[in-house]
């Protein structure tokens, strides 16, 4: 019986959603994959650093003696202090469970066993070694020194000089975070007065609106009753969108959850009725609505209503998105995080492909060409935050070569139509083939070879496509001689594992069964915003506020376009050197809790 079913249409799926969710994620998640050398001669400095990333790796082994017995967040302090080297995950034998659990970012109280396996991102297996080498007295009098001072900067409310490496006060960084709590609330704003309106749109209901805080699971069944309520009007069309009730649920039907690639339900499928309609303990949990919706409700005629939307440019007839959807649904995100998806077509779903996709809430569609400018604009382009294109090869007409035809002439179309994108937006366009990246740099007025290394093109860096090509023989391949990578991947990109896509948290503290008050201390890969006291600071500064202040586990960075450098896109900086400088525009690549933000703390 196989451990690991995976396709990789259906894998592009969950990583062209984590580019929705995380910016760059496509990258960060890709380059770990592959195992390449790093270039000879850099043309422009921008790609020194991110090739220093890219060419990290997934290794997992077992711990040394010196890191046995360690909490979590100090044996990931001393080995990237010590060895450069991220330690983000274990794989653990659970109690009462056949395999072991990837766990990502472990609970602080995590302590690493004698049997577990560290997962570990680093350049070389001589990284690892260096790891294996520590010494059980220096990690020991390492920690003790670590600790020593920063209990000595925490009994100072303000101290007289920058500290190096070590964080700041928590009284000290309080009464800083005050002077700068209000600018921070500004830039939430918007999103403030969009739950506003909904709120008094949906006064007479008022009492269903507490899931956001109340949102209860049945230990072994289904969801409370505590929704959440959303109701948008379309002024062009003159009519009402329904009201859309939802909350945590698992999902209806196994078939359903066997879609998702749920090896729970994989391991089973012998035995597993697959019509059978009652819900399944192992299915997945997301948000689901109360009641399908129909079409007819979901098909809108004007994006007026939505700002911040999804936009997914399809070429053909909806299809092959249930996992798209599902990811963008995850139990990892809080109900005021799920954004609005449109998806633009020329005909709209068959009934079977909307039967799967009926209960998600916010998902809407639009007929129309997404190769004809009117079209983009009536679907809200210049109002979406992200611009999803999708290339299938069945897509293909009489008059088109490549299947990716459609994709490009798309992108360049949005190049035109998004020359004053709105802030923070991104576009994201999926590639069949790898070679027809070249073709993305038209618009640059960059000359551009016939063979291309896509690894060090601005798109791919920047997380702006993603390609299949890329994917199909690493997958085949990994599988076979690294399995656990794999599984790390699909942890990563928020694929149910074989517990039914129970986090961290419950699995330590609930066993078997779901708490809903714990989702709030799981960790998933998130891009927060460089908090001000790390700006200007070193990365290991960086890493050591973060780890043992908050919890919280660095992986990288995005940086943004600097004349300088010469990146006229944003680039993925994975792993950073510890001295590598903090930039004001920098963003952090975190295994975080859901929500999780540096000034609430």
Aim: neutral net charge; proline residues 6%.
């Amino acid at each position: 019986m196989a451990k690991e079913i995976i396709c990789v249409r259906e894998f592009k799926q969950y990583l062209l959603a984590m580019n929705c969710r995380c910016r760059g994620a496509s990258t960060l998640l890709t380059n770990l994959l592959h195992q390449r050398r790093p270039m000879d001669i850099y043309h422009e400095s921008w790609q020194a650093q991110y090739d220093d990333g890219s060419c990290n790796e997934i290794y997992m082994d077992k711990p040394p003696a010196a890191l046995i017995g360690l909490a979590f967040k100090e044996a990931a302090w001393i080995v990237y202090i010590e060895c450069q080297v991220i330690l983000f995950g274990v794989k653990t034998r659970l109690l009462n469970c056949e395999h072991r659990e990837i766990l990502l970012n472990p609970e602080s109280n995590y302590i690493i066993k004698e049997d577990d396996l560290c997962v570990y991102m680093c350049e070389s297996p001589r990284e690892i070694d260096d790891v294996n080498a520590l010494n059980y007295t220096f990690v020991r009098n390492k920690l003790e020194i670590m600790k020593a001072r920063r209990r000595h900067y925490a009994s100072k409310s303000k101290p007289d000089f920058p500290m190096p490496t070590a964080s700041r006060s928590s009284s000290f960084r309080n009464e800083l975070l005050q002077s700068i709590r209000n600018s921070s609330k500004l830039q939430n704003l918007q999103e403030q007065q969009q739950q506003q309106l909904e709120t008094e749109e949906a006064a007479p209901l008022q009492q269903l609106q507490q899931a956001q805080s109340n949102t209860t699971l049945h230990p072994s069944g289904p969801p409370s009753p505590t929704k959440l309520l959303r109701r948008s009007t379309s002024n062009e069309s003159n009519r009402s969108i329904p009201r859309q009730i939802f909350s945590l649920a698992r999902l209806p039907t196994p078939r359903l959850a066997l879609l998702t690639g749920s090896r729970k339900l994989i391991s089973r499928l012998g035995q597993l009725g697959l019509d059978h309609t009652d819900q399944d303990e192992s299915s997945p949990l997301c948000f689901l609505l109360e009641t399908p919706a129909t079409l007819e409700e979901l098909t809108i005629q004007s994006t007026d209503f939505l700002n911040g939307h999804i936009l997914v440019c399809m070429h053909h007839k909806v299809s092959n998105i249930f996992k798209f959807i599902y990811n963008l649904r995850s139990p990892q995100l809080k109900p005021n995080e799920l954004q609005d998806i449109v998806f633009l077509c020329t005909s709209l779903p068959t009934d079977k492909t909307f039967e799967r996709v009926s209960r998600f809430p916010k998902v809407y569609f639009m007929l129309g060409d997404c190769q004809h400018p009117e079209d983009l604009i009536k679907a809200g382009v210049m109002r979406a935050k992200q611009v999803v294109v999708m290339s299938e090869r069945e897509c293909l007409d009489q008059y088109q070569r490549s299947s990716d035809s459609p994709a490009i002439m798309t992108s360049h179309l949005l190049d035109l139509l998004l020359k004053d994108k709105p802030h923070d937006a991104s576009r994201i366009v999926n590639l069949v083939e790898k070679s027809n990246i070249r073709f993305m740099h038209l618009l640059q007025g960059k000359d551009v070879a016939e063979e291309v290394d896509v690894f060090y093109t601005p798109a791919y860096a920047a997380g702006n496509v993603v390609v299949d090509g890329l994917l199909s023989n690493v997958l085949l391949s990994q599988t076979y001689y690294k399995p656990d990578i794999v599984s790390v991947i699909k942890a990563l990109c928020g694929m149910p594992g074989p517990l039914y896509d129970k986090d961290t948290a419950h699995i330590l503290m609930c066993g078997t069964h779901v708490r809903s008050k714990l989702f709030s201390h799981s960790r998933h890969l998130m891009l927060v915003v460089m908090p001000p006291l790390l700006i200007d600071k070193c990365f290991s500064f960086l890493f050591e506020n973060l780890v043992m202040d908050h919890d919280v586990l660095p992986l990288g960075i995005l940086r943004a376009p600097d004349e300088h450098m010469g990146n006229e896109l944003s680039f993925v900086y994975t792993n950073p050197v510890s001295s590598l400088i903090m930039r004001r525009s920098d963003k952090i690549y975190v295994l975080a809790s859901p929500g999780w933000n540096y000034f609430s703390q």
